[in-house]
């Protein structure tokens, strides 16, 4: 069994950065993709970037592109986010997800964090 749990979220201002952390207990990560999704008040959730456990092959979402970095620390047993020039938009509840293939949707996701809050405001 795969434990998830996000940290890193806050409060910061229109083009700041962060850096999200999601830590797994129970199993070793590196046999799975992990994902990154985002949810804002009375939104559909979305899918950010995720990384494969294969190859390490990443994908990002065209709003974030350019912007968002997502990495593995398989000694550590933690995926990260890293997020720069922040906009108000990106505001959301922050997930990440452990499934067997790399897809931005959240259907095939297996095991799933408790969420981080990301605020982006001046």
């Known amino acids: 069994q795969v434990q998830l749990v996000e940290s890193g979220g806050g409060l910061v201002q229109p083009g700041g950065s962060l850096r999200l952390s999601c830590a797994a207990s129970g199993s070793t990560l590196d046999y799975y993709a992990i994902g990154w999704f985002r949810q804002a008040p009375g939104k559909e959730r979305e899918g950010v970037s995720c990384i494969s456990g294969s190859d390490g092959s990443t994908y990002y979402a065209d709003s974030v592109k350019g912007r968002f970095t997502i990495s593995r620390d398989n000694a550590k047993n933690t995926v990260y986010l890293q997020m720069a020039s922040l906009k108000p938009e990106d505001t959301a509840v922050y997930y990440c997800?452990?499934?067997?293939?790399?897809?931005?949707?959240?259907?095939?996701?297996?095991?799933w964090g408790q969420g981080t809050q990301v605020t982006v405001s001046s």
């Open positions: 997800a452990a499934g067997l293939w790399a897809t931005m949707r959240s259907g095939p996701y297996r095991y």
